[in-house]
């Protein structure tokens, strides 16, 4: 609970600053990393802490990756933080889903509003409204806290779709 609750304050922040605080992102390092150690009591095994371990890595790692390869224009550096503590909440595999689930939802999102502030402009519609590109500043945690939850409360897994092709 410590852990979405945190999320929920992130996603209103970044809607509305489009920056990530770090004593948001402490929180939900903290919250995932004693879900972690809470569930390998439970289980008696290392292997939670293991697999977050790996997941925190991983998800941290791929999104600074973005961040030092776009030197910051195509991803914060916020946003690795978060898909840090979303890989030791969820662990490797989970959070790996929960990553393509946001970037599904937000590309979905971003092409939306852009074929709408087109269609707007053109039909000169809300002439006020500022027209959206490939260089508008999009927040991304809001679609990160989706996939998040998508992976974290359902049993769908984007990895498995292909399976059925097989």
């Known amino acids: 609970l410590v852990f979405l609750s945190g999320l929920v304050a992130l996603v209103v922040y970044d809607l509305r600053h489009t920056l990530v605080p770090m ?3 402490w929180t939900l390092l903290i919250a995932a990393f004693a879900a972690s150690v809470f569930q390998s009591i439970f289980t008696q095994s290392l292997h939670p802490l293991y697999d977050s371990a790996w997941g925190g890595v991983a998800l941290s790692g791929f999104f600074f990756a973005i961040y030092a390869i776009t030197r910051g224009r195509g991803m914060g550096l916020g946003d690795a933080y978060v898909a840090g503590a979303v890989g030791i909440l969820l662990g490797l595999f989970r959070g790996i889903e929960a990553i393509m689930f946001s970037v599904w939802i937000g590309t979905a999102v971003y092409l939306l509003v852009m074929l709408l502030s087109s269609l707007l402009r053109r039909f ?4 006020s409204v500022g027209r959206v590109t490939m260089k ?4 991304f945690i809001p679609f990160l806290a989706l996939g998040t939850l998508l992976a974290l409360f359902t049993g769908i897994s984007p990895l498995a779709f292909g399976a059925w092709l097989a």
């Open 124 to 127: 000169r519609l809300f002439a």
């Open 23 to 25: 004593p948001f992102v």
């Open 136 to 139: 508008t500043e999009l927040p």
